[in-house]
């Protein structure tokens, strides 16, 4: 069987669909043409509004007050938490933050203590005499 002979291999679903999105955008064909222009217009307004001084100003109080109000909420929760003497999210983040420096502080601290263990044992090793090959003799013998 030749290469010309074999069937096209079988197209997946986002093949298929990719192949059609590019036949659909491509700038030589009618929708492409009206997506080319589309999406031209639209770029030039959201430049324009993205530069207006009263959108920035609109959305900025917009993300203003709702930061704010993200605030204020926060902190009524931890007084309520503070209220019924449970910790808050703060708190147990500072503690999770000082448990993780202790763990890395005695994890450092092991490495440290293998070292000097190594050096105390071969240390001992160099102070004992070598042990000899022959038999121990009887005294008396």
Known sequence: MSDSDRPPPPRGLLARG????????????????VFTRAEQGLTRF??????SPTYLRASGTVLRQGLNARIRRNSLVENA??????????????????????????EALGSQLEVVVDLLHRKESAAEPAPTDSPPTKPGA
Do not use: F, M, Y
């Open 81 to 106: 938490l503070h209220t019924l003497r449970l910790p808050t999210t703060s708190e147990v983040e500072n503690l999770r933050d000082q448990l993780r420096r202790v763990n890395d502080q005695v």
């Open 18 to 33: 990719l192949k059609l999105l590019g036949h659909l955008t491509h700038p030589e064909t009618r929708t492409g043409k």
């Open 46 to 51: 959201l430049t324009r509004v993205s530069e």
